[in-house]
């Protein structure tokens, strides 16, 4: 069985450029959350993808948008980047929308930095 | 708004002795709550949970109380060993809730 994977593991972008960010789930799972951890802060949730289809969302605007593929693997993109994007990006694969958080499991983070 | 607050950033505690760490929340629609920890360069790793209907949850080393009255909560290691140094993040669900809202974590240091 294949925990979480996300690529790449480093990014370095500028302002104003667009970035995807890539997470494969752990076998099995059909719910992928993403989650944005700022330097010093926890993590934050940006959104939910199951079953292909945004499921929820938190607090961030438009220009992070997502998708979810039939083999519910799942891709972030984030537009128009801005300094504060800089952050560990997480992804979290679960069964069933995860209804405890016990059954996420998390992938290593991608780490993101705008200049 | 940090709905769950963890004030304490870092703990340094001497092998074999006890770590306590705390979780405040202001949410009182809260009714799970979770610790997770995380070693540099790995995910965050699911540790122990409890429902709001319990005070009190145990796990071998790992104990979690729960004091709703306060909206307090806190996670015991007994007895801290080296492999236990990592952050230390508390979450907290609504019911039939996915989105976890995490604190800001608590980096614990092990000393031998």
């Known amino acids: 069985e294949t925990g979480v994977t996300q690529s790449p593991t480093h990014l370095i972008k500028t302002r104003g450029q667009q970035v995807t960010l890539r997470c494969s789930s752990q076998?099995?799972?059909?719910?992928v959350s993403w989650y944005q951890q700022a330097l010093g802060q926890g993590p934050q949730f940006i959104f939910q993808?199951?079953?292909?289809?945004?499921?929820g969302r938190g607090n961030f605007p438009p220009r992070f948008s997502g998708l979810q593929f039939p083999n519910y693997s799942s891709e972030l993109n984030v537009n128009a980047l801005e300094l504060d994007d800089s952050a560990l990006y997480l992804c979290?694969?679960?069964?069933f929308g995860g209804g405890r958080g016990d059954t996420q499991y998390f992938g290593p983070g991608t780490r993101l930095t705008v200049l | 708004d940090q709905q769950v607050k963890q004030n304490s950033p870092s703990l340094s505690v001497q092998e074999g002795r006890i770590s306590i760490l705390n979780c405040d929340y202001t949410?009182?629609?809260?009714?799970?709550f979770l610790w997770y920890k995380k070693y540099p360069a790995e995910g965050p790793t699911f540790l122990i949970s409890?429902?709001?209907?319990?005070d009190k949850n145990e796990d071998g080393r790992f104990t979690v109380f729960l004091n709703k009255s306060a909206k307090h909560l806190s996670l015991h290691i007994v007895p801290s060993q080296p492999g236990d140094s990592a952050v230390y993040f508390c979450a907290a669900l609504f019911s039939n809730d996915y989105k976890l809202s995490f604190g800001a974590g608590t980096t614990v240091t092990v000393r031998a």
């Open positions: 993808y199951y079953r292909e289809e945004e499921n």
């Open positions: 409890i429902s709001s209907i319990k």
């Open positions: 979290a694969s679960s069964l």
């Open positions: 949410n009182s629609m809260f009714d799970y």
């Open positions: 076998s099995g799972h059909n719910t």
